[in-house]
């Protein structure tokens, strides 16, 4: 699909298209006919992407030709697409998530005229706004015993100051009046109290909105008890993941849902729902959530004429109810997805009764690809943190490892297992699985500013003495930054 | 409040019941005016717990003769604690939960009569099975760099088969007929995919039930699409911590939504909402949750008939709406708590039309206190990941990296950056924090067997080496166990 034949004299933007996979390439050309209809001023570069780059041995789903395709056009927009089984660990969607580092997921949450759920009337408007690249979503793992798995949760303050920003600048470009940061801070307090303390760092830049943190189980909570009450919720990549899946089921499921994804230097817009595998190829897709991501699109390149104009015809159709897809209608009576994407084109020039939303130009800061590094003012190193696999008790291992420590330059401070202290015993009764931590201190704290190489033969020393006895996998330096602690006590200790 | 005058013959169970804080002593008066009328079989033992305990100076928040009390009897109900800002870091019900290993959160999550809500009439009816002590709860935690905060999320084979076997246990115990285990396995393949391979290896043993598996993001989209297709949810500790608040909401909320959490040496029975500090001493709590979680009890002490007229009087109650708290009331029309437990009371011996459920004895599978540690076939060490801070570009880094390795038995495989490799470069946008994991990998695999002090040599040379150039703060040793690597490898690594 190349530029229009008639092409009016308003300059177009490249857009690279991935019709993806399943029933990705019909809901791809539905939404291309509905803004060719409307003039979008879009012209489509077509890609590849999904299974069929899988299968061909591409072990990431995305060619080369397609990550250079988005890269020159800084937009995509993207069908579902699937990572089949057997070809290649990770997604195609998460490798392009990753490498433009698209790091906003925006994910609007409205109440659609004529889609009826138990929340219809309740005037549902809210966008989640989710960090899509850290988290434990940065895939760390290693297994610590034969039993014992572990995965590295990292959240940044670069990162969180990000989102959090991005999460204003989506409630300025759209006139909402309330940010809530969504976290887990009372049990996390380094991780997800990082994002809890950048969000109120950041905030007073932006009095000119209503601010407030929820915890994130009272937040899910609260989106069925009473949704009404948010306007943009900004929050953790599992946080978020889980969460914005639940707000879309408010006001009628993932297969309406669109969502963009943000990045300084591509905006990737797409439908959540999946390839349907089952229904593919039979005409028979809804393409409403691709078009509303395409519309997110249309506002991101500043076309807000065009993208009311579809938006409303979009509406209007959902509102009247006349030539939706089977997933809209009363059993028996949908249609197929080119008469539904005819009637959204016929539609085109009116408007339906709920107004869109004044939107105007979505500003993101910019980043500089490298974060400065932020040396404190005093760095110490106070200790370390062991952690060994063992088939002991906590007793035993315990006085073995004060006997280790014993002529080093450090005590042992305890021994926990799975973050709960067992030695020294604290009385509690806990069941040991066969990774502990042991927290040795330095009696004297080593300072670390003028090198970062001092305390390392004071490290290997104790390190050798323990590899000597246990089969340690895992080392944590306890260091004091400015003054304070930057590691947690285990619970349990006094 | 001792044994009931009127002494049956009965054997009393004894029970401790913590009163808590705010609404909490009233809530639990009100329960044991009812429990007192319906004969149940409990001595109550008070005990002390909570906002006064941390105030007193002991930053546990509970006292040890609760502990020995709650150890003694093997039993306790719970009003709400409160954990005091600036006292304390840890919460009372954390320090108990993990104190005793109450490794089993069960949370109920049923329609009942005259609680109406968006999903009234669908018959909602399931249980949330929360693995309660492991995931990121184990709260540890380090700053990796001034900017980079890191949670360990931990996962165990024991831990999941425990809360997986509760799971069926339960699903046995109340004639239920479908087990879904809930995880976010395609992102985590070595911590919540051990959940779902634990799932999948116990499952058969318990064929009797239909199980499946569910993508948590997804499980919390189609609870709110369509609950009823949930009997029992079995979750790892965070997802479940969301997904039961979630679910409490479409049934009326936490303010009447009860738990319990199971061990092998205790059980505690609790309402889950807070201390409601600003109602707290007016008599107008709600006491529907505790009221709940003390039948929940009942079953668990095989009181099952007591059990059963306690329930319909409460059911009978709100089904009739006359004299419901004010949380239940049209406004204006909430009487106190006081008149509520009355009119339960008035209402022993009564049928409501919603039957109990089936209940039999939960019996769960004791565990040894220390679980056997596995040794594989083989291990062997092939790498490590170190973890290091630097304000360097990626280019440049890996370079350093790569001539550190020179002359040592590791040679550099690639640097990555919150999971996404950035040397070799891959082309991607990645914002850089000043924190990378280098990964080395050893020329020649070590064998781990014979001894666990095998390749600390080399490990210590390389890692001497790097720390006389640049701060590392975090080492993992990279194994193969029975010829399977035990660690995943970043986004972008070929």
């Known amino acids: 699909m190349d530029a229009n034949a008639d092409a009016d004299t308003v300059t177009k933007t490249k857009v690279t298209a991935l019709p993806g996979d399943g029933i990705g390439p019909e809901v791809m050309q539905a939404t291309m006919r509905i803004l060719e209809a409307a003039n979008a001023p879009i012209e489509w570069e077509m890609a590849e992407a999904g299974a069929e780059v899988f299968k061909k041995g591409l072990i990431t789903g995305v060619p080369r030709e397609t990550l250079d395709s988005i890269s020159r056009n800084g937009l995509a927009l993207k069908s579902p697409l699937e990572t089949p089984v057997g070809f290649g660990g990770k997604s195609a969607n998460v490798t392009l998530r990753k490498h433009f580092e698209l790091y906003a997921n925006i994910r609007p949450v409205r109440e659609l005229p004529g889609v009826t759920t138990p929340f219809s009337g309740r005037g549902i408007d809210m966008v989640i706004v989710r960090e899509n690249v850290e988290d434990v979503y940065a895939g760390i793992e290693h297994m610590q015993t034969t039993t014992v798995a572990q995965c590295l949760k990292l959240m940044t303050a670069p990162g969180c100051e990000r989102i959090i920003r991005a999460a204003f600048a989506l409630a300025a470009a759209e006139e909402r009046k309330h940010v809530t940061c969504a976290t887990k801070a009372n049990i996390m307090k380094l991780t997800e109290g990082l994002m809890k303390r950048v969000f109120e760092k950041v905030g007073p830049e932006f009095s000119e909105f209503k601010q407030d943190h929820i915890i994130i189980d009272n937040c899910a909570h609260q989106l069925v008890i009473a949704p009404e009450q948010f306007d943009v ?262």
């Open 233 to 494: 919720i900004v929050t953790s990549n599992m946080n978020g993941d889980i969460i914005s899946d639940l707000a879309a089921g408010l006001v009628g499921g993932l297969g309406i849902a669109p969502s963009s994804n943000l990045g300084d230097h591509a905006a990737m817009f797409e439908a959540v729902h999946g390839s349907a595998p089952q229904i593919a190829g039979k005409g028979l897709a809804n393409p409403t959530a691709l078009l509303s991501a395409a519309i997110m699109l249309l506002r991101h390149i500043s076309a807000f004429e065009v993208a009311e104009t579809v938006e409303q015809a979009l509406f209007i159709t959902l509102a009247e109810g006349k030539n939706l897809t089977g997933d809209l209608s009363p059993k028996g009576h949908g249609v197929g997805t080119a008469a539904f994407t005819d009637q959204v084109i016929a539609n085109l020039g009116r408007s339906s009764n709920l107004p869109s939303r004044v939107y105007s130009k979505l500003e993101l800061k910019a980043w500089p690809e490298l974060t400065a590094h932020t040396e404190p003012d005093t760095r110490e190193l106070v200790g370390i943190d062991v952690f060994l696999e063992s088939g002991l008790g906590s007793e035993e291992l315990g006085r073995s490892l004060e006997e280790i420590a014993q002529d080093t330059p450090f005590r042992l401070n305890g021994v926990s297992n799975r973050g709960v202290q067992v030695y020294p015993a604290t009385g509690g009764q806990t069941f040991l699985v066969d990774h502990f931590a042991a927290r040795f201190m330095l009696k004297q704290p080593i300072p670390l500013n003028a090198s970062s190489a001092n305390g390392q033969a004071e490290i290997s020393y104790l390190v050798q003495r323990i590899g000597a006895k246990f089969a340690w996998m895992h080392i944590e330096k306890l260091q004091r930054f400015d003054g304070k602690d930057a590691f947690e006590r285990p619970q349990g200790e006094g």
